[in-house]
């Protein structure tokens, strides 16, 4: 795919309860040259959530036709669901100039990563400790007893694999985490006070 504009993929990554949701909504906010990938997945909504706002929720079948037939710019299957980013989303950002912020986990981070290693900039949201992202997703109540057990198994991974991230923020204060976040994100879009930076 051509990006022949300066725009970038910043591929946000964290286990379920790491605050990633309202990190990414604040960054929306500040940056209207970015975009939200809606992602597809094959996950019930949950709570308030809507078709095509939060998420495209296909069946198994057609997400599958969807894999099938290639229209997925990565796809992986997390906590027992399929979650997949289309094509179609980054195509059509990288054709109108904008910047693509995407909440996925990190085996599709890597998969950006490999497809589009100058666009692709990895940013890794960290709990303080597992024990206090147990108490946020006990907190957050939308998930059962199940589910949080899975979440907290995969987190110790997912944690290890956001070493590999261009950046890693420690959420223990939403503040502080946001600011580091946006100061990183002006750094890679050239927007920084601190002088014009490239590439
Ligand atoms: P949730 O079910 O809590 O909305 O999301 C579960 C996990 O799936 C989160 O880590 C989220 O970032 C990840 N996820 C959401 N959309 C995608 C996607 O399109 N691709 C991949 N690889 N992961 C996704």
């Known amino acids: 795919m051509e990006n022949p504009s300066k725009t970038f993929l910043f591929v946000l990554s964290?286990?379920?309860?790491?605050?990633?949701?309202t990190l990414c909504k604040r960054l929306l906010n500040d940056f209207p040259s970015?975009?939200?990938?809606?992602s597809s997945t094959t996950r019930k909504p949950r709570g308030a959530e809507k078709e095509g706002v939060d998420y495209f929720f296909l069946s198994q079948e057609d997400f599958k036709k969807k894999i099938e037939a290639?229209?997925?710019a990565e796809w992986a299957h997390v906590h027992g669901n399929y979650y997949g980013t289309s094509k179609e989303v980054i195509e059509r950002a990288f054709a109108?100039?904008?910047s693509v912020l995407l909440d996925i986990d990190v085996q599709g981070a890597e998969q950006f990563r490999l497809a589009?290693?100058?666009e692709c900039y990895r940013i890794f949201i960290s709990p303080p400790s597992l024990a206090e992202l147990e108490a946020r997703l006990r907190k957050r109540g939308?998930?059962?007893e199940e589910v949080i057990q899975?979440?907290?198994k995969n987190a110790e991974a997912e944690i290890l694999e956001g070493q590999k991230f261009d950046v890693m923020i420690i959420n223990d204060s939403l503040e502080?985490?946001?600011s580091e976040l946006k100061t990183v994100v002006e750094k890679r879009l050239g927007l920084s006070s601190l002088g014009r930076q490239s590439g």
Request: hydrophobic share 30%; charged share 25%.
């Open 14 to 21: 964290a286990p379920s309860g790491a605050g990633k949701t």
């Open 34 to 38: 970015m975009r939200l990938s809606i």
């Open 70 to 72: 290639n229209r997925f």
């Open 96 to 98: 109108s100039g904008f």
């Open 116 to 118: 589009y290693p100058r």
């Open 150 to 152: 899975k979440r907290l």
């Open 142 to 144: 939308t998930d059962s």
């Open 176 to 178: 502080r985490a946001y």
